[in-house]
């Protein structure tokens, strides 16, 4: 029998051979060991996700789209991972209807309750999203029944700024994140959280969301921390957030719980008031799934939070990126304000702006905010999709074996020369203006910012929509002295703005 000092000696042996095994078969026995990709990303999933967590992932991932040459269409990010970064891959992986079953990236529970955005199955999100995905998500839902209620907000927003002293200086990045909390808990649960009204973030909602990143973007990207830390139970519990919690995605928990009682307990007992809008707490307890039956308490709970943390800090970033790249180019500025006034003076702009109004008549403006969606995406993540089939999949001119798993990434595409030309990477409204409807449908049709096919996001209408007004409405009424222009920061595959500061002056 082997004695202990013997055992001792023979464990660092081992463990060595379990670790020279492993560098082996992922560099020459895996299925994609013929991929090129730095040799530190095709080892191990860790180098990724400590590029995450220090928010490096866009630089990262757009340096190594310009490393490789054009005729290297699929680049080796993580031993199972292939990165895309030509917009010519994204057809072929996110409309696919059989390349609808989604990565590893998803299975965090970070986030709370499964919800429709990690449904990992594609049958089990196709059947979620046919009971969700109704008209109450498109343009004319919104104009008609909620436009009104979005104008309000913009109001007070509009009535905070001019109250402010011309010499204070103000963080609009946080502000323009907060209106959008508030639309998302107005169109969620019926009434705004006060976030505008009180100037604050509410139960730290954004700033809790955003500490949850850089945990949710490392346990996302590294394999063998999800299979150690979060297969537990016990160990989830203790990691991620509960719902005893008194601020952030815990306290959201609560709230979505305890709010869909409620509204159960009044449809019950025919308590509601009379003529109230619908709000989407409404629409999830109307979703019925293929046999008629409502969705499960989880789905319920689920899909109410996942409104507020898909909708709430993502289009905060939209409307805060895009003013920060006006501000930055005054030229693009003044034609802007100068297309306003020129609407204005025709009588062809509410207070506030309609979205109709800014679609119509500022196609300058227009493009100044798919240029900062497009530069700026707020949810510059790594949407994996895993290749199910038998015989692997062509994707870019590039056979993927099966089992692999294949991603693109808004931040990378958003600036492939091969489809926006040399100047890929500068703020040029006018790209979106020229004569050349081909390529101009060519560009709307590659735009990853709000993902594409079967998984795109559920609430664009709703994040253009508050594009649309509170941007031209804000740039109309004020002038804004850039303080300091802040930075566009990616941590998990999330973006916000920080220290974008301004003073603002309201125009007479
Ligand atoms: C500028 C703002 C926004 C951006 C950039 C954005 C981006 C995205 C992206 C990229 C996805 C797809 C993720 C994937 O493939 O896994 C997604 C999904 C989703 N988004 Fe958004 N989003 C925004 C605003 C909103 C708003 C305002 C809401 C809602 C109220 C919302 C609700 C959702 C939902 C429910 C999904 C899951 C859809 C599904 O899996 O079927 N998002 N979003």
Redesign the pocket.
């Given at each position: 029998m082997l004695s202990l000092s013997h055992l001792l000696l023979l464990l660092p042996i081992l463990l060595l051979y379990l670790l020279v095994r492993r560098i082996l078969t992922t560099l020459f026995f895996h299925p994609l060991s013929s991929f090129s990709g730095p040799l530190y990303l095709r080892l191990t999933s860790v180098p990724l996700s400590i590029i995450s967590v220090l928010r490096r992932e866009p630089e990262v991932l757009l340096s190594l789209s310009k490393k490789y040459p054009p005729s290297t269409r699929a680049i080796r990010i993580s031993p199972n991972l292939l990165f895309f970064p030509h917009t010519s891959a994204l057809k072929p992986i996110?409309w696919s209807p059989t390349h609808n079953h989604?990565g590893s990236?998803?299975g965090t529970g970070a986030l709370g309750p499964t919800?429709?955005?990690?449904?990992i199955s594609a049958d089990d999100?196709k059947a979620?999203?046919k009971s969700?995905?109704g008209s109450q998500?498109s343009f004319s839902y919104l104009k008609n029944e909620q436009e009104s209620r979005i104008d309000n907000l913009v109001t007070l927003l509009v009535t905070q700024l001019s109250n402010l002293n011309p010499q204070h200086v103000v963080k609009i990045d946080d502000k323009l994140a907060q209106f959008?909390a508030d639309?998302?808990t107005l169109?969620?649960f019926g009434k705004p959280w006060g976030f505008i009204a009180h100037d604050r973030d509410e139960k730290r909602l954004l700033a809790a969301f955003r500490e949850s990143l850089p945990f949710f973007g490392f346990a996302a990207r590294c394999t063998s921390f999800r299979e150690l830390f979060l297969a537990s139970s016990l160990m989830r519990s203790l990691l991620l957030p509960t719902l005893d919690d008194k601020t952030g995605s815990g306290y959201l928990g609560a709230q979505a719980k305890l709010a869909i009682a409620q509204r159960e307990r009044e449809r019950e007992s025919q308590l509601e008031e009379e003529n109230r809008v619908k709000d989407?707490l409404d629409y999830t307890l109307d979703a019925r799934d293929s046999k008629g039956n409502p969705l499960t308490q989880a789905e319920k709970e689920g899909?109410v939070t996942?409104?507020?943390q898909?909708?709430?800090d993502?289009?905060g970033?939209?409307l805060g990126a895009t003013l920060r790249f006006m501000l930055q180019h005054p030229d693009c500025l003044d034609k802007a304000k100068q297309e306003i006034a020129t609407a204005e003076e025709k009588g062809l702009l509410s207070t506030p702006v309609l979205y109709e109004e800014t679609k119509q008549h500022l196609p300058y403006f227009v493009g100044c905010i798919k240029e900062g969606?497009r530069l700026n995406?707020?949810?510059p993540?790594l949407?994996g999709?895993v290749i199910l089939e038998k015989e692997g999949a062509m994707i870019d001119g590039v056979h993927v074996p099966q089992g692999a798993e294949v991603c693109s990434q808004?931040y990378t595409v958003g600036r492939d020369p091969e489809l926006y030309g040399p100047d890929a990477e500068a703020f040029k409204p006018e790209r979106w203006l020229g004569d050349d409807e081909k390529h101009k449908a060519e560009m709307e049709a590659a735009s990853?910012?709000?993902?594409m096919?079967?998984?795109?996001?559920?609430?664009?209408e709703?994040?253009?929509m508050?594009?649309y007004k509170v941007l031209p409405e804000i740039v109309r009424r004020f002038d804004f002295e850039l303080v300091e222009a802040g930075k566009y920061v990616v941590l998990g595959g999330v973006a916000h703005n920080r220290g974008f500061k301004v003073r603002v002056r309201r125009r007479t």
């Open positions: 996110y989604k990236l998803y919800s429709l955005f990690s449904t999100h979620l999203r969700l995905g998500w959008a639309v998302m169109l969620t989407y899909q996942l409104l507020i898909a909708g709430a993502t289009t970033t939209a969606l995406p707020p949810a993540n949407f999709r808004s990853f910012v709000f993902s096919g079967p998984r795109i996001c559920l609430g664009k709703i994040a253009i508050e594009l």
